[in-house]
């Protein structure tokens, strides 16, 4: 069964630096997503991404954030300085013809030090 | 404020005894209803979803929900649980009329199942 696949399980990384998460949806889907989840609170929503623009995005994808789909398998997120509040666990979700039926990775969990 | 609430933090049952977890939706129209799992290091499992039609909603691995308008509710409910069904639970919701395709969340219910 095909499934979404999320590199690195585990980033630790320095305020201020640079992360780049990556995500492979599943090879037929259109529409893109990135959600995340601090330790003990909700998974909330990121941004979604369809025909190579966002579509949509939450207060929370500020300047700092980016996501990209540089070739025809990845999507990326990138989060350009990190903060000490962007550690969360991240997820990657995509979808095919039925937006709403949205088929997630297992995450990538993200730890600014 | 438009939102999705699982009263339930934590829930302890038995194995084979019957689960339910509940979700209460709060929006002026019925949104698409959804249940996902997830089990420890695993990424977000879809078990159901409902759009319209019959309330009863059939799902994966022996799950069931049902959608009660009148209590804005979309239980999800197993009639015997098994160890492996030990996860977090979580109830979501796509707004259907703010051309959107985000899913909004609640808290999630944590089950524990024991032998």
């Known amino acids: 069964e095909p499934e979404v696949t999320q590199t690195p399980s585990h980033q630790v990384t320095q305020m201020g630096q640079e992360v780049i998460l990556r995500c492979v949806p599943i090879s037929n889907h259109l529409y893109f997503y990135w959600y995340r989840q601090i330790l003990g609170q909700k998974v909330e929503f990121l941004v979604s991404f369809y025909n190579n623009e966002i579509s949509e995005k939450s207060e929370i994808f500020d300047d700092q954030f980016s996501v990209e789909r540089p070739d025809g398998s990845n999507f990326t997120l990138k989060i350009r300085s990190t903060k000490l509040e962007d550690s969360a666990m991240y997820f990657c979700?995509?979808?095919?013809?039925?937006?709403?039926?949205?088929?997630f990775g297992p995450g990538t969990r993200l730890t600014v030090t | 404020a438009q939102s999705v609430t699982q009263p339930d933090i934590h829930i302890t049952v038995s194995e084979g005894a019957s689960l339910e977890l509940r979700c209460n939706y709060s929006?002026?129209?019925?949104?698409?209803l959804f249940w996902y799992v997830q089990s420890p290091g695993q990424g977000l499992q879809l078990l159901l979803k409902y759009f319209s039609g019959d309330t009863l909603v059939q799902g994966i691995k022996g799950f069931e929900a049902e959608f009660k308008r009148s209590q804005s509710s979309f239980n999800l409910r197993k009639p015997s649980v098994h160890w492996s069904d030990a996860a977090e639970y979580f109830c979501a919701v796509v707004h259907p009329e703010g051309n959107t395709d985000k899913l909004i969340f609640g808290t999630g219910t944590r089950l524990q199942v024991f032998p």
């Open positions: 979700a995509s979808s095919g013809y039925s937006t709403y039926e949205q088929y």
């Open positions: 929006y002026g129209a019925t949104p698409y």
